[in-house]
Protein backbone atom coordinates (compact mmCIF):
# COMPACT_ATOMS: atom_id res chain seq x y z
CA UNK A 1 0.00 0.00 0.00
CA UNK A 2 1.49 3.61 -0.62
CA UNK A 3 2.06 5.97 1.62
CA UNK A 4 0.34 8.71 1.26
CA UNK A 5 -2.00 10.51 3.23
CA UNK A 6 -4.96 12.90 3.46
CA UNK A 7 -6.39 14.28 5.95
CA UNK A 8 -9.34 15.02 7.30
CA UNK A 9 -11.49 12.08 5.12
CA UNK A 10 -14.39 13.62 5.55
CA UNK A 11 -15.34 17.20 5.91
CA UNK A 12 -18.94 18.96 6.50
CA UNK A 13 -18.37 22.50 6.74
CA UNK A 14 -20.73 25.92 5.75
CA UNK A 15 -20.75 27.99 3.46
CA UNK A 16 -18.12 30.79 3.20
CA UNK A 17 -15.07 28.78 5.66
CA UNK A 18 -11.59 29.16 4.85
CA UNK A 19 -10.40 25.34 4.44
CA UNK A 20 -7.57 23.23 3.96
CA UNK A 21 -6.77 19.71 2.76
CA UNK A 22 -4.11 18.30 3.87
CA UNK A 23 -2.14 15.68 1.46
CA UNK A 24 1.35 14.28 2.71
CA UNK A 25 3.75 11.67 1.18
CA UNK A 26 6.88 9.81 2.73
CA UNK A 27 8.20 8.42 -0.54
CA UNK A 28 10.08 11.10 -1.61
CA UNK A 29 8.32 11.67 -4.69
CA UNK A 30 8.75 14.94 -6.44
CA UNK A 31 5.45 15.15 -8.45
CA UNK A 32 2.36 15.22 -6.69
CA UNK A 33 -1.12 15.65 -7.74
CA UNK A 34 -4.58 16.94 -6.92
CA UNK A 35 -8.23 15.26 -8.70
CA UNK A 36 -11.22 15.95 -8.19
CA UNK A 37 -13.78 13.58 -8.68
CA UNK A 38 -17.44 13.63 -8.67
CA UNK A 39 -19.56 10.31 -8.00
CA UNK A 40 -19.81 8.47 -11.19
CA UNK A 41 -17.71 10.79 -13.22
CA UNK A 42 -13.90 10.66 -14.39
CA UNK A 43 -11.02 12.00 -12.16
CA UNK A 44 -9.89 15.77 -13.04
CA UNK A 45 -6.63 17.11 -12.71
CA UNK A 46 -7.18 20.43 -10.64
CA UNK A 47 -2.79 20.93 -9.20
CA UNK A 48 0.18 19.14 -9.71
CA UNK A 49 3.59 19.99 -8.63
CA UNK A 50 6.62 19.03 -10.28
CA UNK A 51 8.55 19.40 -7.07
CA UNK A 52 9.56 22.09 -4.11
CA UNK A 53 8.31 26.23 -5.35
CA UNK A 54 6.82 24.21 -8.25
CA UNK A 55 2.61 24.38 -8.75
CA UNK A 56 0.52 24.51 -11.93
CA UNK A 57 -3.22 24.61 -12.51
CA UNK A 58 -5.02 21.42 -14.35
CA UNK A 59 -7.17 20.61 -16.72
CA UNK A 60 -10.54 21.63 -14.68
CA UNK A 61 -10.84 25.37 -13.33
CA UNK A 62 -10.55 25.46 -9.40
CA UNK A 63 -11.19 28.01 -6.93
CA UNK A 64 -8.84 26.29 -4.86
CA UNK A 65 -4.73 27.07 -4.46
CA UNK A 66 -1.84 24.72 -3.55
CA UNK A 67 1.43 25.26 -2.30
CA UNK A 68 4.51 22.97 -2.15
CA UNK A 69 7.13 23.91 0.53
CA UNK A 70 7.54 20.89 1.64
CA UNK A 71 8.70 17.61 -0.62
CA UNK A 72 6.30 15.85 1.15
CA UNK A 73 3.64 17.75 1.85
CA UNK A 74 1.24 19.34 -0.85
CA UNK A 75 -2.01 21.10 1.04
CA UNK A 76 -5.22 22.58 -0.88
CA UNK A 77 -6.53 25.71 0.44
CA UNK A 78 -9.97 26.68 -0.79
CA UNK A 79 -10.29 30.57 0.79
CA UNK A 80 -14.17 30.47 0.72
CA UNK A 81 -16.03 27.42 0.60
CA UNK A 82 -19.26 26.99 -1.36
CA UNK A 83 -21.97 24.15 -2.51
CA UNK A 84 -20.51 23.62 -6.03
CA UNK A 85 -16.78 22.94 -4.31
CA UNK A 86 -18.61 19.62 -2.35
CA UNK A 87 -17.00 16.89 -4.35
CA UNK A 88 -14.15 14.05 -3.79
CA UNK A 89 -10.69 15.73 -3.52
CA UNK A 90 -8.06 13.01 -4.55
CA UNK A 91 -4.03 13.66 -3.72
CA UNK A 92 -1.46 11.35 -5.60
CA UNK A 93 2.18 11.24 -5.90
CA UNK A 94 4.41 9.84 -8.69
CA UNK A 95 7.81 8.26 -8.67
CA UNK A 96 10.68 9.49 -11.63
CA UNK A 97 10.22 6.40 -13.48
CA UNK A 98 9.11 8.02 -17.36
CA UNK A 99 8.03 4.83 -18.43
CA UNK A 100 5.53 4.36 -16.38
CA UNK A 101 5.03 7.39 -14.11
CA UNK A 102 3.08 5.46 -12.10
CA UNK A 103 0.88 7.48 -9.65
CA UNK A 104 -0.11 6.40 -5.83
CA UNK A 105 -3.02 8.06 -4.42
CA UNK A 106 -4.32 8.62 -1.32
CA UNK A 107 -7.77 7.94 0.45
CA UNK A 108 -9.32 10.94 -0.57
CA UNK A 109 -11.34 13.90 1.44
CA UNK A 110 -15.01 13.90 1.00
CA UNK A 111 -15.76 17.47 1.17
CA UNK A 112 -19.94 18.51 1.56
CA UNK A 113 -20.56 22.18 1.59
CA UNK A 114 -23.95 23.49 3.51
CA UNK B 1 -9.84 15.00 -28.59
CA UNK B 2 -8.19 12.75 -26.11
CA UNK B 3 -10.76 10.61 -24.69
CA UNK B 4 -11.27 6.94 -22.70
CA UNK B 5 -14.94 5.32 -22.85
CA UNK B 6 -15.64 2.36 -20.49
CA UNK B 7 -17.96 -0.62 -20.84
CA UNK B 8 -20.68 -1.30 -19.53
CA UNK B 9 -20.95 1.83 -17.12
CA UNK B 10 -21.57 -0.96 -14.52
CA UNK B 11 -22.22 -4.94 -14.21
CA UNK B 12 -23.69 -7.51 -11.72
CA UNK B 13 -22.22 -10.93 -11.62
CA UNK B 14 -22.73 -13.88 -8.96
CA UNK B 15 -19.82 -14.94 -7.22
CA UNK B 16 -17.53 -17.57 -8.99
CA UNK B 17 -18.21 -16.11 -12.38
CA UNK B 18 -15.62 -14.50 -15.00
CA UNK B 19 -16.37 -10.84 -16.21
CA UNK B 20 -14.99 -8.75 -19.28
CA UNK B 21 -14.79 -4.96 -18.38
CA UNK B 22 -13.94 -3.24 -22.06
CA UNK B 23 -11.74 0.66 -22.82
CA UNK B 24 -11.34 2.41 -25.88
CA UNK B 25 -9.43 5.07 -26.30
CA UNK B 26 -8.66 7.83 -28.83
CA UNK B 27 -5.69 9.10 -26.65
CA UNK B 28 -2.61 10.05 -28.87
CA UNK B 29 0.15 9.99 -28.67
CA UNK B 30 0.15 6.93 -26.83
CA UNK B 31 2.59 5.63 -23.61
CA UNK B 32 0.80 3.37 -21.39
CA UNK B 33 -2.45 2.38 -20.34
CA UNK B 34 -3.23 1.43 -16.64
CA UNK B 35 -6.42 -0.16 -15.16
CA UNK B 36 -6.82 0.60 -11.65
CA UNK B 37 -9.27 -0.33 -8.99
CA UNK B 38 -11.02 2.02 -6.55
CA UNK B 39 -13.21 1.14 -3.58
CA UNK B 40 -16.11 3.37 -2.68
CA UNK B 41 -14.73 6.23 -0.61
CA UNK B 42 -10.96 5.50 -1.65
CA UNK B 43 -8.61 6.31 -3.75
CA UNK B 44 -7.68 4.07 -6.78
CA UNK B 45 -4.46 1.59 -6.71
CA UNK B 46 -2.97 0.61 -10.02
CA UNK B 47 -3.55 -3.55 -11.10
CA UNK B 48 -1.87 -3.19 -14.32
CA UNK B 49 0.18 -0.72 -16.67
CA UNK B 50 1.18 -2.00 -20.25
CA UNK B 51 3.08 -0.13 -22.69
CA UNK B 52 2.95 -0.10 -26.31
CA UNK B 53 5.14 -3.32 -26.52
CA UNK B 54 3.06 -5.22 -24.46
CA UNK B 55 -0.64 -6.99 -25.09
CA UNK B 56 -1.23 -8.87 -21.94
CA UNK B 57 -0.46 -8.64 -18.32
CA UNK B 58 -1.39 -10.62 -15.24
CA UNK B 59 -1.92 -9.30 -11.42
CA UNK B 60 -3.63 -12.42 -10.31
CA UNK B 61 -7.22 -12.66 -10.77
CA UNK B 62 -6.94 -10.28 -13.51
CA UNK B 63 -5.96 -9.77 -16.99
CA UNK B 64 -5.26 -6.80 -18.82
CA UNK B 65 -5.07 -6.77 -22.52
CA UNK B 66 -3.57 -4.25 -24.93
CA UNK B 67 -4.18 -3.76 -29.08
CA UNK B 68 -2.77 -0.96 -29.76
CA UNK B 69 -3.98 -1.01 -33.27
CA UNK B 70 -7.11 -1.05 -32.48
CA UNK B 71 -6.71 1.37 -29.15
CA UNK B 72 -9.09 -1.11 -27.17
CA UNK B 73 -8.31 -2.33 -23.99
CA UNK B 74 -9.74 -5.13 -21.74
CA UNK B 75 -9.98 -6.22 -18.39
CA UNK B 76 -10.64 -10.01 -17.22
CA UNK B 77 -11.74 -11.23 -14.33
CA UNK B 78 -11.22 -15.02 -13.29
CA UNK B 79 -13.30 -16.47 -9.88
CA UNK B 80 -14.03 -12.82 -8.59
CA UNK B 81 -14.91 -12.63 -4.87
CA UNK B 82 -17.22 -10.55 -3.34
CA UNK B 83 -14.14 -8.02 -2.24
CA UNK B 84 -13.93 -7.28 -6.60
CA UNK B 85 -16.80 -5.20 -5.62
CA UNK B 86 -15.77 -1.54 -6.72
CA UNK B 87 -15.19 0.84 -9.79
CA UNK B 88 -12.44 -0.37 -12.40
CA UNK B 89 -11.09 2.80 -14.58
CA UNK B 90 -9.02 2.93 -17.33
CA UNK B 91 -6.30 5.49 -17.62
CA UNK B 92 -4.34 6.51 -20.67
CA UNK B 93 -1.13 8.23 -20.71
CA UNK B 94 -0.08 9.95 -23.47
CA UNK B 95 3.86 10.52 -24.70
CA UNK B 96 3.43 14.36 -25.43
CA UNK B 97 4.56 15.74 -21.96
CA UNK B 98 6.99 15.08 -19.02
CA UNK B 99 4.08 15.71 -16.88
CA UNK B 100 3.13 12.29 -18.07
CA UNK B 101 -0.41 13.14 -18.73
CA UNK B 102 -3.06 10.98 -17.83
CA UNK B 103 -7.13 10.49 -19.08
CA UNK B 104 -9.17 8.87 -16.86
CA UNK B 105 -12.66 6.78 -18.04
CA UNK B 106 -15.50 7.37 -15.72
CA UNK B 107 -14.74 3.63 -14.53
CA UNK B 108 -17.17 0.11 -14.73
CA UNK B 109 -18.59 -0.28 -11.27
CA UNK B 110 -18.50 -3.83 -10.71
CA UNK B 111 -21.12 -5.28 -8.16
CA UNK B 112 -20.52 -9.34 -6.99
CA UNK B 113 -22.82 -10.86 -5.83
CA UNK B 114 -22.79 -13.84 -3.36
Known amino acids: EADIYQTPRYLVIGTGKKITLECSQT?????MYWYQQDPGMELHLIHYSYGVNSTEKGDLSSESTVSRIRTEHFPLTLESARPSHTSQYLC?????????????FGPGTRLTVT | KNQVEQSPQSLIILEGKNCTLQCNYTVSPFSNLRWYKQDTGRGPVSLTI?????NTKSNGRYTATLDADTKQSSLHITASQLSDSASYICVVSDRGSTLGRLYFGRGTQLTVWP
Open chain 2, 50 to 54: MTFSE
Open chain 1, 27 to 31: MGHDK
Open chain 1, 92 to 104: ASSDEDRASYEQY
